[in-house]
């Protein structure tokens, strides 16, 4: 079974700082790795993804994300946050190993992101 | 977002009563989904539909039920076995099998018993 956690419910980061999102996994093969972000009442937007190659992903909105294999991990970053971030964060897994034609996305609980001015 | 138009945005039901929301795609997209999210758990899979004419269960399927007679369109009925329906619904499609393909998703519904 493949799942998914995101240790934190919220974080909370000042306006300019670096900001970080965690997010682990756990899957029998190899993993593919999604964040999404959603403002209120709305739809999942896709930030970026990981398949294969290079750890560290690039996104949307200057966010990118690095996949550390022997930490099962891939923890959501930013360099400079804004007060827009402010949004809830979704960590997504999906098993390489899954029964023929099956696709479902896993999700983690969502962390909420604050951004202070 | 995009191509997919989930309607009503919001929905009120009445206990005992059945309720479908409404799932359209015009990405031409092959796979279908509905998640049910509740504050603090996520998003749950209710079903999903690969093909037209197929659909699977997903994690929390009883109480709710679907069709796929199109690759267009893919409704969710909530009956009234579903105890506590409240939720807000999200509809996703994916593009193919690929396994490594992202989803998109639709706006959402918001349903409340009343």
């Known amino acids: 079974a493949q799942s998914v956690a995101q240790p934190e419910d919220q974080v909370n980061v000042a306006e300019g700082n670096p900001l970080t999102v965690k997010c682990t996994y756990s899957?029998?093969?190899?993993?593919?790795l999604f964040w999404y972000v959603q403002y209120p009442n709305r739809g999942l937007q896709f930030l970026l993804k990981y398949i294969t190659g290079d750890n560290l992903v690039k996104g949307s909105y200057g966010f990118e994300a690095e996949f550390n294999k022997s930490q099962t991990s891939f923890h959501l970053k930013k360099p400079s946050a804004l007060v827009s971030d402010s949004a809830l964060y979704f960590c997504?897994?999906?098993?390489?190993?899954?029964?023929?034609?099956?696709?479902?996305?896993?999700f983690g609980k969502g962390t909420k992101l604050s951004v202070i001015p | 977002d995009g191509g997919i138009t989930q309607s009503p945005k919001y929905l009120f039901r009445k206990e005992g009563q059945n309720v479908t929301l409404s799932c359209e795609q015009n990405?031409?997209?092959?796979?279908m989904y509905w998640y049910r999210q509740d504050p603090g758990q996520g998003l749950r899979l209710i079903y999903y539909?690969?093909?037209?004419?197929?659909?699977q269960k997903g994690d929390i399927a009883e109480g709710y039920s679907v069709s796929r007679e199109k690759k267009e369109s893919f409704p969710l009925t909530v009956t009234s076995a579903q105890k506590n329906p409240t939720a807000f619904y999200l509809c996703a499609t994916v593009r193919d099998r690929g396994r490594g393909t992202e989803a998109f998703f639709g706006q959402g519904t918001r349903l409340t018993v009343v």
């Open positions: 990405l031409n997209h092959d796979a």
């Open positions: 997504a897994v999906r098993d390489t190993d899954s029964g023929a034609g099956s696709y479902q996305l896993t």
């Open positions: 539909s690969q093909i037209v004419n197929d659909f």
């Open positions: 899957v029998s093969g190899n993993p593919y």
